[in-house]
């Protein structure tokens, strides 16, 4: 007796055509594809969050050791007006500096992101990157504190007290606080 095409089960095709879509199996290629693909996405996930962290978002700008944005922020809307206008004047004073250090940062990340993607992946190349990185930070770093030490040398006693009140509050996190057996 003829069978009806809509009576076939979906698993059986007939001879010469491939099954229906929905009727093939995961085999084994197709669990390693995509255990593949998760992964790749974990490792990316995870070298970007920790590019993140370690060299936070790309317009940050350089603080002295100690600050963050948030406490320099605070810090520069505490202080009285003529000396927000000194710390303004000897930031305008180390600007050039500053953008140059800012630049050889920004330059350094790219290489680390060039090593990062490189195919054939070097571990060499990307220890190297991450060297060049962490010394263009602490450069820019540098620049910065001496721009900070001038300024604190002009500052009353008391307005020293003031910020030094501030470092001590601890910045704002949206995440959990750094162990203090971490250092």
């Not at 001038?150 to 704002?172: G, K, M, V, Y």
Request: hydrophobic content about 45%; charged content about 35%.
């Amino acid at each position: 007796m003829a069978q009806d095409k809509h009576d076939l089960d979906p698993t059986e095709a007939p001879r010469g055509e491939a099954p229906a879509p929905s009727a093939r199996r995961w085999g084994p290629a197709r669990w390693a594809l995509a255990a593949s693909l998760c992964l790749n996405l974990l490792f990316i996930g995870a070298a970007a969050g920790l590019a993140l962290r370690l060299h936070g978002h790309p317009h940050d700008q350089a603080a002295p050791a100690g600050f963050d944005r948030f406490t320099l922020r605070r810090v520069m809307r505490m202080m009285p007006e003529d000396e927000r206008a000194r710390a303004h004047e000897l930031m305008r004073a180390h600007r050039d500096e500053l953008r140059a250090a800012r630049d050889r940062r920004d330059a350094a990340r790219a290489q680390l992101a060039r090593a990062l993607a490189a195919e054939p992946f070097s571990a060499d190349a990307l220890r190297a990157a991450l060297r060049a990185a962490r010394e263009a930070e602490r450069s820019m770093r540098d620049v910065a504190d001496d721009a900070f030490v001038a300024f604190a040398a002009t500052l009353s006693p008391e307005a020293r007290r003031r910020i030094a009140e501030e470092l001590r509050r601890p910045p704002p996190h949206s995440g959990p606080r750094p162990r203090a057996d971490r250092e």
